[in-house]
Structure formats: C-alpha cells, structure tokens
C-alpha cells in the first residue's frame, strides 16, 4: 500500500550504492576546487565563464550556447532548447556575492606601530566571526589610466595571511558584560597589513608613519600601485586558504561563500550537463544581493532583461518579450538554513530544512506575516515535486525559522516581477553567512540533479 504520510528521505540512503557514492563525491570534490578558487563576485563570474567556454558557450548569441557578463560581476548564459521561446524559459538564478570585509577607499592607517587596513563590511555577518583567522585579499585595483590589476593575497603556498587581531579575555572583562552587538565595534574590523618600518634613506629623517610607508613600498613593488590607486579599488578580506571537507567520513564541505556559490556552481553544471533539453535553459547570476540586490550587477537592474531582449533579437526576433517572461519557469537559487543541531529551538521541525535531506524548496521567504515575500503558486509546486518525483530526487520543503523568529529575502521576487513562476530552491547550510559554510554532500548532489532534471523537463 502507498504510504500515506509524507516522509522525509534522506540522500545517504538513497544514493548508497557504489555508483551514487561516488558520482556524488566527485561533484563535491569539483565543487570545493571552484569554492576554493572563486571567492569574490568577479572570480566567481571568471570561474563560470572558464567552465562555459570550455563547454563551447560563448560571447554573445550568435551560436546557440551564449553567455553575457556585466563588469565580471554578473553573468547570464543561454542553452537554446528545441522549443520556441514563446513557450517560456526554463531559468535558474544565484548570486555571486557573499558576506566579506571591504577595505575602504583610503584603508592604511598605522598605530602603535602596527599597519592596518581599515574596513566597511559588506552583508548581514556576525562581526565577532572575523576576528583572530587568517584573511586574504581579493580584488581589482583600477588605474586612473584605466588598467586593472587582479589583487590576490594571502593565498599562496608560503605566502603571508592577514588578521584581525582580538582583544585578550584579560582586558575583556567589561565587554563581557555587553551586549553582542556592542561588543564588537564595526570601526575596529581593522586588518593587519603589516609590521616593519621604512628605514629612512641616507641622511634624511625617519618618514612619518613608516609602517604604513613600508606596506606603500611593499605594494609598489609588487603592483607598481601607489595610496591613490587604492581609491578607485574594490579589495575583500575574506577567509584565507581552501574548502575542506569536514568529518570523520567526509561527509560535509566546509568554506567561505557557499551562500551562494553552491547554487551558482550547482546550476551551472546542471546547464551544461543537461541532455538535449526541450526549452531555452539559462542561467542568472547575481552580485549584490547580500546587500538589497541594488546597484547595476544586482537583480534589481535590468541587465537580466537586456540579455533576454538581446538572446531573443538573435533567436527569434518576433517574439515579444513579455510573452517569453509570461511563460516562463524558474527556480531561485538560493541557499536555506539547515536545523542547527545546537540551535534547534530557532526551527519549527516540521517545515525546515534538514541537512541531507536533498534540495530545499522554500514557497515563500519574507518576515513577519510573509512581508516582502513572493509567495509561489500551488500549481508551480505540483508540477515540481512531479518532476522530481519521477527521478527519485530527495528534496524537501522549508520555511527560514520559527514565524517571527526567522525570515529573510531572495531575489525570487525581481523574477516574479515579470509574471513568471518562481520558488526558491537551494541545499540548506550549517553556518550560513560565517567564514566557514557547511553543506552537506549529498544535498549538493541533490540541487544539481534537481537542478537538471528542471532543465530537462518536458
Ligand atoms: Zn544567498
């Protein structure tokens, strides 16, 4: 007899056999390569288009596999399907941004002589996460003259970190007492740069501030940069070192900037792994959303639009695009929380996410009485769960928290916007928004197949 009551399935028991094993172990083992390499929206965007031109996409529409990014920060790409696009779109999006400290236009300060990078975090982070860990820097330093020098430090074999030194629990005493959001000021998120003082040259006067002098000297020479160039710069502090697996059996992957790269990776390979699929498959991916989605790369700019306008003059020029947003279906990918073993009393057990439980469709996000939220149609959910149904795919149904506890938004409703069908849909995290994200593998597993078979569906 059919069980009448819903079940939750977990991935380890349903891809248990040698072959889910490792066809499993091997996604996640590409996965921790791309976390460990793609650590800002522009490596992450650098990273895709690498793995897009290798599948043969490229640059524009002309053929039918294209792709298009906005200041390396943004990236959408197209599979044309055999279907007109009057029929709709099958789109998934994800963003590429993550919760990081962002040194400020003029960062170098020196005090006490110790050489500092003053910062301006950047997203919802628990400041006290970020103190006392090996940081590395990420990023573009812009030229007057115009020429962009990638800046990376701090992750090299024998290559020096950088740090945010804490204060001593001996001196803490009264911060104790604090609350969390006293305790740590935002204004002393300041990186150590440095340590060593200019010598001063021949017959001339020590220069002032000759730590800071030094880490100029030091920039100069490996970047040909001076202060002002560090103006027009965009440099992220972000946990130094790779993605690791974390457990005993392996069982879980550790990194910074799993939200939300494991959806941009995930749907990613589900693009370019998909088998033939009947409709224009694409992909969208998002800077900015950490940060209310604004600005050109975020999702509230209508780059989206202009790649679909641009994809369709090339495609199938007839058709209007308010017919190919009407039809469409997608997925918003984005990651959930998972129940916190030592926290579960923040979660209503029966609608959240457990880790290995598969992909986690969330209907709708938003706060206090669903505000903000777009709250996905029953009819998208049906057609859903029959898709991943006929493959066996472990997925479950989650909501952010207890009600009034939990909540938070995605940019599922700029999608929605246009009057195409969307629900969130991403693995849940352990951590989330901390230096070191946790995702389970068979939960990464489960987006890509999910992700795929959204692709492939007829
Ligand atoms: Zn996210």
Same mark, same amino acid.
């Given at each position: 007899m059919k069980e009448l009551a819903s079940q939750k399935r977990s991935g380890w028991e349903i891809y248990k056999d040698e072959a889910g094993r490792s066809a499993m172990r091997a996604l996640a083992d590409g996965y921790m390569n791309f976390l460990s390499r793609a650590k800002t929206e522009r490596e992450t965007v650098a990273a895709a288009m690498e793995q897009l031109e290798a599948a043969g996409f490229r640059a524009g529409f002309e053929g039918g596999r294209g792709f298009v990014h906005l200041h390396g920060k943004a990236l959408f790409a197209a599979r044309r399907g055999r279907r007109s696009l009057a029929e709709g779109l099958r789109l998934i999006s994800a963003h590429t941004d993550s919760p990081r400290l962002d040194l400020k236009q003029h960062p170098l300060i020196e005090q006490v002589g110790v050489g500092q990078a003053k910062t301006h975090y950047y997203g919802g982070l628990r400041k006290y996460q970020w103190f006392a %860990?090996? !940081?590395? !820097?990420?990023g573009v330093v812009v030229k007057a003259g115009g020429e962009a020098l990638p800046i990376c430090l701090g992750e090299g074999q024998g290559e020096p970190v950088f740090t945010i030194a804490d204060l001593l629990p001996h001196l803490a005493h009264d911060d104790a007492k604090k609350t969390l959001a006293d305790a740590f000021e935002a204004e002393k998120l300041n990186i150590i740069l440095g340590h060593e003082p200019a010598l001063a040259e021949e017959g001339q006067e020590a220069p002032k501030e000759a730590v800071k002098a030094r880490i100029l000297e030091l920039l100069h020479e490996r970047y040909g940069i001076c202060e002002d160039d560090l103006i027009s710069a965009e440099i992220e502090a972000v946990p130094a070192g790779e993605a690791r697996y974390v457990g005993l059996d392996r069982g879980i992957v550790g990194g910074y900037g799993q939200d939300d790269r494991i959806c941009v990776y995930t749907a990613l390979r589900a693009l370019l792994d998909a088998d033939d699929p009947e409709y224009t498959s694409c992909v969208i991916f998002w800077d900015k959303e950490e940060i209310g989605s604004e600005g050109s790369t975020g999702a509230s700019s209508r780059f989206f639009e202009y790649c679909v306008q641009d994809m369709a003059s090339a495609w199938e020029p007839q058709t209007p695009f308010r017919r190919i947003m009407m039809h469409t279906k997608a997925? @918003? =990918?984005?990651?959930?929380?998972? &129940?916190?073993?030592?926290?579960?009393? %923040?979660?209503?057990? #029966?609608? @959240? +996410? $457990? $880790?290995?439980? =598969?992909? +986690?469709?969330? #209907?709708?996000?938003? @706060? %206090?009485g669903k505000y903000g939220a777009n709250d996905a149609h029953p009819e998208y959910l049906g057609w859903l769960r029959g898709v991943l149904d006929a493959r066996g795919i472990p997925w479950q149904m989650a909501e952010l928290g207890k &009600?009034?506890? =939990?909540?938070? =938004?995605? &940019?599922?409703?700029?999608?929605? +916007?246009?009057?195409?069908?969307?629900v969130d849909a991403g693995p849940a995290l352990l951590g989330m928004h901390s230096p070191f994200e946790l995702s389970s593998v068979p939960d990464i597993w489960s987006a890509k197949l999910a992700y795929q078979a959204f692709f492939e569906a007829g």
């Open positions: %860990r090996p !940081l590395a !820097l990420h997925l @918003s =990918g984005d990651v959930h929380a998972a &129940v916190d073993p030592d926290w579960q009393d %923040r979660h209503e057990m #029966k609608n @959240s +996410a $457990f $880790f290995g439980s =598969g992909i +986690a469709f969330c #209907k709708f996000t938003g @706060s %206090r &009600v009034d506890v =939990g909540g938070g =938004g995605t &940019v599922a409703l700029f999608l929605a +916007a246009y009057g195409m069908d969307v």
